[in-house]
């Protein structure tokens, strides 16, 4: 009984399989990147040993809750939340084992009562005597695991057997020269529109647009291609002039008709509107199957009854089953999804999809359906995104559509195991809740410890300087050609512009956008960028001949042809003119496509900066001849699709264009002749028009005036880009002290405590109105990509650090500089600030929700990691004998570790369901195994270890505590960036191949293990216990 206790019951046990279940679902994400999703089910997330390692888990977690008595009153909210993860054990079970997902197809005015199941099965059929005989078995074929099969049907006291043969993936059939094989041609037939390959045996007839292709046959149609094979040659014969082409000489020429030719390879044929070349010519030929670039994935099985055998090829999710008579019985196969019939139907209306004005993305669709059902009657309902249809125990949730937008794809479940699931849930949040606040808790506990030794003083004072931190510097005096007035340029800013993208934006936040990427900076000689772009479009040939194109590579000056010095280049730089053909030539033409060939991870420093630098070269080329400032709305336009001048000129009718032709050219006259004569009142008085044609023709997606303002009072204090200095400076600077009173105990840095505190109280507040300011501006919550990520990552590193500085002045240091670090990367130059529209799944509240829980537990983990580095470097410099000053430190750091690690894993692990909530409701799958999904779950249970070694003897000490604090921040940084960037998932930012992991990515690793191996042969004999 003991063995059994020791080996699956114990505490250590629980740790084993925690980390094993992460490991192997990690892993499972990294063969579905390398292999595909059924391979990754497959062999892990559908394996029996998977499910076994969860049951293990939960027989240990109920025998540990008996164990350790959590019923117990003072430990009540500690029992809650451990009981929600058996409900929620219990209800995935149900799920996965009760319930099925599908999916249903309806077009519009047509109704469907059939749906198909998500998953593979194989099926097998059979009639005799008016009686339907059929086996059907669940079955994950894929390239990873075996795939073997043996599935037998009882028809009518006979046997029939299925048996495995082969798998191919992406299979397609392709032709080989084989001993035994017949004459083969196969050619590719295409026209203006369309291209197929064609194998033609012996006998064989195609009929491909008008023309008929026989093979040793009498062709069917009156335009024909006649092929023979006679005497060891294929030749060819038509009753039309056949046009050739000779591949490798450029030879042109025509076959007279009724005259035969020898067919052979290299050369392309055209017969009226209908080209043709041979792909393949043999003379003994056989068909195979390959894994090539087929459409369907297929395997090959062996059909066997009554004597007889035949070998079928089985395509997954086919429209046609395979239809074989073996031994006088016909059979039918197939390998895919399972047909279910729904006890009712719905009938498809209409399907609506809107899209982002002046966009193609699409901003909602809808599906509006009639329910009929024979029992309950009929009614009519809208389903959406976000918005699901509840009947007869099935739940119906808009999930795609059809590309003509005249059809719908709805994905539906039953689902048994939801409301255990949903008690899960609810017990988890109540449970961590109650948890942080019981005052028994372990947490309250590590709390108790520290406020006895803290710093007692909370700071009061707030700095006066601090206002300054965010004031933009004064410009110097402008030095254009054109010279624009900065009053002019100020109510420029708020003219309205459409991105790409649909999103409405002030021409401040595009001109800005503009010279951030081509200069890097958004003030030129003085001028900002409002006042710049506008010069660029009245004064292109100055602008050509000014060097704003920022280039860093030396290279790439030496093939420009600048100074290698120079930090800039100029627009006319990148062209050579030639005096003999007067044209001009693009140096980086060559460059630029090489560049754009290679695969991302193929990719060089040199290739990366041509591309960015050949973009800065587009950019400013689209400014030039203005367009890409879309300020002109289209009348009547379905789409609200707004123009840039040049194309409202090509693409308005006369009387829509006629006034903006007129508003144009005086306006551009008018600012011309003011910048000389300093009177503005022409360019003012036209822009007041073009702002009122924009209100009275794009009034149904223009933005509000308060909003426009708030736009360009956000980009005028650049919030996020000035708080990098202030959490820095402010961060090392209290660090230092730290290490200084180690060396001095009786030094008294409560002052310079009080000074950083206040710094980043204000810098929290500032960091807190741009979030607002940002989620005001955007319409949605500031954590829809990667660059949002960061700023709120930031955000709650700062957070996390105020809520522990009254414990610690270490954890006010280590969040300070850990905030600041986090801003920088998010301004480096692959994170994009620009803000942009939402996919329709994402405009739920739950995103807001699960998002900001999760991203908020990042900044508290992140503190964690901070704190077992900073209590390494203490073992490493403190050595065996104990320093009474460095232990200290040791000691309050790794509470506050602890106490951080229980609030950051209690927001993850909350977030996650949060998450589980919001797919649910949203597509109906709590879980899919996505790789973000998955490699959050990866995090939840690694720091699920870390907090539960202090129950293992040999593991319950500062030290252990300290390293695995510190390497389990690598399971977040891996969820947030390995996902985003290299793995596949809906969650992944990254496309195509994964770009090549940073260097300092490796160095870091070296860092910690370095400083993990120091510690440990310098850490005291005797370690103090948790």
């Known amino acids: 009984m003991r063995g059994i206790q020791s080996l699956f019951l114990s505490m250590t046990s629980a740790i084993v399989l925690l980390l094993i279940f992460a490991i192997a679902s990690g892993v499972a994400t990294i063969v579905e990147t390398v292999y595909d999703t059924k391979s990754a089910w497959a062999l892990i997330y559908g394996a029996t040993w998977f499910a076994l390692i969860q049951l293990l888990l939960g027989i240990n977690l109920a025998y540990n809750i008996y164990k350790y008595k959590l019923m117990d009153m003072k430990k009540l909210p500690v029992f809650i939340f451990h009981l929600s993860f058996l409900f929620m054990l219990l209800g995935s079970a149900m799920t996965r084992y009760l319930g099925f997902e599908a999916n249903m197809h309806i077009r519009e005015n047509t109704t469907q009562d059939r749906m198909y199941e998500i998953g593979s099965r194989l099926e097998m059929k059979a009639q005799k005597d008016g009686k339907e005989y059929k086996v059907s078995v669940p079955k994950q074929i894929n390239a990873v695991t075996p795939n073997e099969f043996n599935i037998d049907l009882d028809v009518g006291g006979q046997k029939a057997n299925l048996q495995y043969k082969a798998f191919y993936k992406n299979a397609e059939f392709e032709y080989y020269e084989a001993d035994n094989g017949d004459p083969l041609i196969e050619i590719v037939v295409s026209d203006s529109q369309n291209r197929e390959d064609v194998g033609l045996k012996p006998g064989d007839i195609r009929e491909l647009g008008g023309v008929s292709f026989a093979f040793n046959t009498e062709p069917t149609l009156d335009k024909f291609i006649k092929f023979e094979y006679k005497d060891g040659k294929f030749t060819m014969t038509s009753n039309n002039n056949v046009g050739y082409f000779i591949m490798a000489t450029n030879e042109k020429g025509e076959y007279e008709a009724k005259k035969p030719t020898e067919f052979v390879p290299m050369q392309l044929y055209t017969i009226g509107d209908i080209n043709f070349a041979p792909k393949n010519i043999l003379e003994k030929a056989q068909r195979r199957l390959v894994s090539k670039g087929g459409q369907f994935d297929a395997l090959v099985a062996d059909l066997s009854f009554n004597g007889d055998s035949k070998e079928v090829v089985l395509y997954e999710n086919y429209v046609m089953p395979v239809v074989q008579t073996i031994g006088g019985q016909e059979f039918t196969a197939s390998w895919g999804a399972r047909e279910i019939l729904l006890p009712f139907s719905l009938h498809l209306k209409d399907f609506e999809l809107k899209r982002y004005p002046g966009s193609n993305s699409p901003m909602s669709y809808a599906s509006e359906v009639v329910v009929k059902d024979p029992k309950s009657g009929d009614y009519d309902y809208r389903i959406y995104m976000n918005h699901v249809l509840d009947h007869a125990g099935y739940r119906f949730f808009q999930s795609s559509y059809d590309k003509d937008e005249r059809g719908t794809i709805l994905s539906v479940n039953k689902d048994p195991g939801k409301i255990p699931t949903y008690i899960g849930y609810f017990l988890l949040g109540l449970g961590l809740f109650f948890n942080v606040v019981n005052p028994h808790s372990r947490f309250r506990k590590l709390a108790k410890y520290i406020n006895e030794d803290a710093i007692k003083n909370t700071a009061k004072a707030c700095i006066l300087a601090f206002a300054c931190i965010l004031a933009t510097p004064k410009a110097n005096a402008m030095n254009l050609a054109i010279k624009i007035d900065e009053n002019h340029a100020k109510e420029l800013s708020t003219v309205i512009v459409q991105s790409a993208d649909g999103r409405m934006k002030p021409f401040d936040t595009v001109a800005r956008e503009i010279l951030n990427k081509v200069y890097k900076k958004d003030i030129i000689n003085g001028a900002n960028a409002n006042q710049v772009a506008l010069s660029m479009m009245i004064d292109a040939p100055y602008w050509r001949e000014m060097p704003i194109i920022a280039v860093h590579n030396k290279e790439l000056k030496k093939i420009i042809g600048i100074d290698e010095s120079a930090k800039y280049a100029k627009f006319n730089d990148f062209f050579e003119y030639d005096r003999n053909t007067t044209r001009s030539s693009y140096k980086l033409t060559k460059y630029a496509e090489t560049a754009s060939r290679k695969r991302p991870a193929e990719r060089g420093t040199f290739d990366k900066d041509v591309q960015k630098v050949d973009e800065r070269l587009n950019i400013l080329y689209m400014v030039f001849v203005g367009e890409i400032f879309t300020m002109f709305p289209k009348l009547d336009d379905p789409n609200h699709t707004w123009y840039a001048p040049a194309s409202a000129m090509m693409y308005f009718p006369k009387e829509e264009r006629e006034p903006i032709s007129r508003m144009l050219q005086e306006y551009f006259a008018g600012v011309s002749d003011a910048s000389n004569s300093g009177n503005w009142s022409v360019p003012n008085r036209v822009l007041a028009e073009i702002k009122t044609y924009q209100e009275e023709h794009g009034k149904a997606v223009i933005p509000s005036k308060e909003r426009v303002d708030m736009e360009i009072l956000f980009n005028k204090y650049k919030i996020f880009q000035s708080l990098i200095p202030i959490y820095l400076f402010a961060g090392f600077g209290l660090l230092c002290f730290v290490f200084i009173k180690m060396a001095k105990p009786r030094l008294n840095i409560n002052w310079m405590f009080k000074i950083v505190y206040s710094i980043n109280i204000l810098a ?88 900001s829980v999760i991203t908020a537990s990042y900044g508290f983990l992140g503190l964690c990691s901070l704190l077992g580095m900073f209590v390494l470097v203490l073992f490493a410099l403190q050595g065996k004998k104990e320093h009474k000053e460095m232990s200290r430190n040791i000691l309050e750091a790794t509470r506050i570790n602890e106490m951080a690690m229980i609030l950051g894993l209690s927001l993850l692990t909350l977030g996650n369901f949060l998450g589980g909530i919001w797919a649910n409701e949203s597509w109906g799958r709590y879980w899919g195994w996505d790789s973000k999904e998955t490699w959050a779950l990866v995090s939840i249970l690694i720091y699920a270890a870390v907090l539960h070694i202090r129950f293992v003897p040999k593991l319950n000490n500062q030290y252990a505590f300290a390293v695995t604090s510190m390497f389990a921040y690598w399971s977040i940084i891996m969820t947030y960036f390995g996902v985003n960037f290299y793995l596949s998932g809906m969650h992944s930012y990254a496309a195509g191949d994964p770009v090549p992991v940073p260097d300092f990515v490796w160095m870091s690793v070296v860092v910690m293990v370095a400083i993990s191996i120091l510690a440990y042969f310098r850490k005291p004999e005797k370690m103090v216990k948790l």
Request: proline share 5%; net charge positive.
């Open 764 to 851: 929290f507040v500032a960091h807190t109105a741009g979030l607002a300011l940002r989620w005001y501006i955007s319409g949605h919550a500031p954590w829809s990509n990667a660059y949002e990520s960061m700023i709120y990552i930031a955000w709650a590193l700062s957070l996390s650090g105020i809520v522990f500085s009254n414990r610690s002045p270490i954890s006010m240091a280590l969040t300070s500089i850990l905030a600041g670090v986090t801003l920088f990367v998010a301004h480096l130059s692959w994170m994009d600030p620009q803000i942009t529209t939402l996919v329709p799944v994402l405009k739920s509240y739950w995103l807001t929700i699960h998002v």
